[in-house]
Every structure is written in C-alpha cells, then in structure tokens.
C-alpha cells in the first residue's frame, strides 16, 4: 500500500502561526514519506531474508516510530479542523464522573502535558476497564498502551511549539492547543471507542 499524506483544513488558530503550522505538516510528511520507504526496503529485503536477517529487522525495528508519527500527527492535526469547541456531551460526562470534574481532568492532563521530556501527552480509552488513561509517550512508539483507542493527542515534541514558543513557554502553547481544539472531533472517537 502506497500511504499518502492527508489534508487538513485549518482556519486561523489562536496562538498557533502559520509558519509554524507549516513546519509542523512537512514533518508529518516525512513520517508518511518513510512509512513507503520502509515497504519498498522490506520488499526488497525479502527477497533473500536469510542473507538481509540483519537489514531486515533493522528497517522492521524502525516501523512502529515511522507508522505512530504518521498516524499520532494526524489525529493531532484533526482536532483543529473546523470551529474551536469545547469538549462536551457524554466524553464530558465521562471524564467529569471519573475525575471529579472536566476541569479536574483538565488539570491532570495538563500536568502531564508539563512533565520534563519530548513525546505525546495522550487521553486514551480502555474498553476493558471502561476507563480514562492519561499518559505520556516518548518518540511515538515508546510508552504506547496496548489495546486503547487514543481519545486526544497532544503533540509534547519541540517541533510542535518551538516556531511559536520557546520550551519555557510551552504551557501557552498547551493553552494554546485547548483554544483550538474542536471537541466534537474528540467525542467521535470517543463514541467510536
């Protein structure tokens, strides 16, 4: 399968420049790019996996930080299109019956959108335990919790900021990211999950 980058369609944001909006795409890009890259060298590796055994895990090794980029950036990407809103119906209620309330939630994901490090600050559901997980996720495949459907992505990498806002600024970027954001997108994952 031949991926290709998707489209998104951003008004004016608040707090988050075109410019750096503009940095940020082309780096997805590159994630998309090397996803394709990556099956072309398996295919080719595999003509001969035994003599490639060594080549082959190498470029196998290197899919889950591609593949979770691509795919990380856009569900980040998808909660600013369309107008700003506020998270609300039965994901409001959920998380306000887990947490207390949704600006308790609120809290606690933003504190572990503050924690030291680069990665993803990520809101997943458990369909087993019928619960919330905030968590974080460092370069894209490490920290990733198996079996739960990411609900919000917060991208916590540099690149996502530092056009707008130096690394001691990131909490008005993570500010910036909440004015932004469309919650009906995130309720359909939720609903979805």
């Not at 909006?21 to 001969?48: R, S």
């Not at 700003?84 to 600006?103: C, R, T």
């Amino acid at each position: 399968m031949i991926y290709t980058p998707k489209q998104f369609a951003f008004g004016t944001l608040q707090g988050i420049s075109q410019k750096q909006l503009d940095v940020h795409i082309k780096l997805y890009e590159g994630y998309v790019k090397f996803i394709n890259v990556i099956e072309e060298q398996q295919k080719e590796l595999l003509k001969d996996s035994e003599k490639n055994a060594y080549a082959l895990a190498e470029v196998t090794r290197r899919i889950g930080f591609e593949w979770n980029g691509m795919r990380m950036h856009e569900h980040y990407f998808a909660q600013w299109e369309g107008a700003a809103s506020p998270i609300a119906g039965p994901l409001a209620d959920a998380l306000a019956a887990q947490y207390g309330s949704i600006e308790a939630w609120h809290a606690r994901f933003k504190g572990v959108a503050m924690m030291r490090g680069i990665g993803w600050a990520i809101l997943s559901w458990d369909p087993v335990g019928k619960q919330f997980v905030n968590h974080f996720v460092a370069d894209h495949e490490l920290g990733q919790l198996n079996g739960l459907t990411t609900v919000l992505a917060l991208d916590m990498w540099e690149h996502a900021f530092m056009v707008d806002y130096v690394p001691a600024e990131k909490a008005q970027y993570v500010d910036a990211f909440f004015a932004n954001l469309n919650g009906s997108v995130v309720a359909q994952r939720f609903t979805a999950a």
